[in-house]
């Protein structure tokens, strides 16, 4: 766990020349009645030359004798200056298979080992503003095996994470709460929330 | 229905002192570590400056004879060169509330009226790369209204939007296919139908 709470100190703008992560590009195109039209938007520079996707996000269920429960995050995210509720998630590295990656971070930023068992199709996250997307993928952890007993991540020098689990059943409910406590939600678990919530309304 | 398909012609970088919609920014914050750090985001520009958000995305279902239905979009997308399966959704304008974004919204884009009966907290798009957030609001379509029954969008210049529904039980399969024929998914609608296929999973 972090030793002190992060602290925001100021933001400004940042000229395209001096960004390193990220960009802003301007896609010209005809729309369809003819009219040629700019649009702006904005990319992460990792992603590699030869993937479609920047990352992965990451649902990992524990089966605990109280049933099914979701691997949650939670991590101080600079671009909002809030600590954000969210699924295990990362960045592809170059030559790394969607479920390369999915496994890599999972063992990184909680200490679970686990198998992929599904990936979704890809999913972006706000098209109108920027090309940044991602595969789902379920992993799936067996915890009887010795080395999810007592999971240790292996997190980066500027990475701050801390791991829990919800009951998938109250995901929603839980998610309320963290809201009133002060953190933010991730639109990818919140919307799986929604979803859960849509389903059980409808008696699917 | 738009007259011809929108056609890509180049994308490159943009300065950001010619970017008028979009910006990046730089956040320095001290990490939990007491380490000093730079961290590189995107914005809008276009978030009023009493606004906590960006907009809305709306879930609104049709009740029909044969089930509820969802409320989808087809929209061609500049930033990834695809015409995107999203929910209904927008930027909100100076002085509005959330719910009369989304009001006005659905009405501009798919022609219904409707009354908003649950509104979601924020939910942050990918908030390690930008800001970018809106609500999710629900709105309830009375079919039975005159006005609903020949419903007509009122489409901006820019705007190619053209709006279909689908079973929610079927939401999973019916985005699949969508994929296979060559949509791209956002993940907003993305992540709710996964919510709905783990609740059915789970037997909630």
Known sequence: MPQLEPKFLSRGPLDSKEARWK????????????????????????????????GVNIVAF?????????????QYRPPIDQV????PAGLIDPGE????????????????IGVTNKTSGIMY???GFCNSNFNMVYVQIDMSLPENQDPKPS?????????FTV???R????????????????????????????AKKLKF
Do not use: H, M
């Open 97 to 112: 298979t969607i479920e390369q990656t999915a496994i890599r971070e999972l063992r990184e930023e909680t200490g679970y």
């Open 23 to 54: 960009r802003l590009v301007k896609t010209n195109y005809i729309d369809p009645n003819g009219v040629q039209r700019d649009w702006e938007s904005a990319e992460r520079q990792t992603r590699p030359k030869d993937s479609l996707v920047d």
């Open 62 to 74: 524990l089966n605990k004798s109280t049933g099914s429960e979701l691997l949650l995050e939670k």
């Open 171 to 198: 995901l929603s409910a839980e998610l309320e709460n963290l809201e009133k406590e002060g953190y933010a939600i991730d639109a990818r678990v919140g919307c799986i929330a929604e979803g859960i919530e849509i």
């Open 125 to 127: 996250n706000d098209p």
């Open 167 to 169: 009951p998938v059943s």
């Open 84 to 87: 954000v509720i969210e699924l």
């Open 155 to 163: 997190l980066e020098d500027n990475e701050f994470i801390e791991c």
